[in-house]
T-cell receptor, first 114, second 112 residues
Framework: KQEVTQIPAALSVPEGENLVLNCSFT??????LQWFRQDPGKGLTSLLL?????REQTSGRLNASLDKSSGRSTLYIAASQPGDSATYLC?????????????FGEGTQLTVNP | DAGITQSPRYKITETGRQVTLMCHQT?????MFWYRQDLGHGLRLIYY???????DKGEVPDGYVVSRSKTENFPLTLESATRSQTSVYFC???????????FGSGTQLSVL
């Protein structure tokens, strides 16, 4: 059974700092990996999607990398801002041809202090 | 408005009552999903649907029923609510050739 772990559970940084959020998964047979952002009391917003054949994806100040063989992904946030404060979740989709199950990590709660 | 909407936003009910949570999307996405989010468990898939009239169980389907008579709607029914079903419920959707998921704002359900 796939398990996804995100460490740390919470992170507090000063504004302007570059930071890395970590995601690890136990089964490397994945189809893709997706990073989401969740604001308090809101749903999830997809930030970046990495296919299993890709090494990284970039969107603005965000860069996600994937090392499938080692079961790891990182989300790099450059020049953090208070508006980046949220919970960040990663989710993996298995290689199975049927079904659409994503396995989610529990997230890293990020606080960027002005 | 375009997007994916859930109703109600908040719901309080009693054990044993039937509750239906609504989900509506305007993109004509083929796939729709129901997740529950609980502290210590993260997001877990309850049911999903690949198209109208096609549904399948997720990780935690017991006690829930879904239907999908129209592409845009995917209601989730708790047939006889239990306290363990107190949770935040999220509906999500995506297109057939796009893995990016779009989530609703959630329904916070309390079963007393």
């Amino acid at each position: 059974k796939q398990e996804v772990t995100q460490i740390p559970a919470a992170l507090s940084v000063p504004e302007g700092e570059n930071l890395v959020l970590n995601c690890s998964f136990t089964d490397s047979a994945i189809y893709n990996l997706q990073w989401f952002r969740q604001d308090p009391g809101k749903g999830l917003t997809s930030l970046l999607l990495i296919q299993s054949s890709q090494r990284e994806q970039t969107s603005g100040r965000l860069n996600a990398s994937l090392d499938k063989s080692s079961g790891r992904s990182t989300l790099y946030i450059a020049a953090s801002q208070p508006g980046d404060s949220a919970t960040y979740l990663c989710a993996v989709k298995g290689e199975e041809t049927s079904g659409s199950r994503l396995t989610f990590g529990e997230g890293t709660q990020l606080t960027v202090n002005p | 408005d375009a997007g994916i909407t859930q109703s109600p936003r908040y719901k309080i009910t009693e054990t044993g009552r039937q509750v239906t949570l609504m989900c509506h999307q305007t993109w004509s996405h083929s796939y729709m999903f129901w997740y529950r989010q609980d502290l210590g468990h993260g997001l877990r898939l309850i049911y999903y649907s690949a198209a109208a009239d096609i549904t399948d169980k997720g990780e935690v389907p017991d006690g829930y029923v879904v239907s999908r008579s129209k592409t845009e709607n995917f209601p989730l029914t708790l047939e006889s609510a239990t306290r363990s079903q107190t949770s935040v419920y999220f509906c999500a959707s995506r297109g057939p050739n796009n893995e990016k998921l779009f989530f609703g704002s959630g329904t916070q359900l309390s079963v007393l």
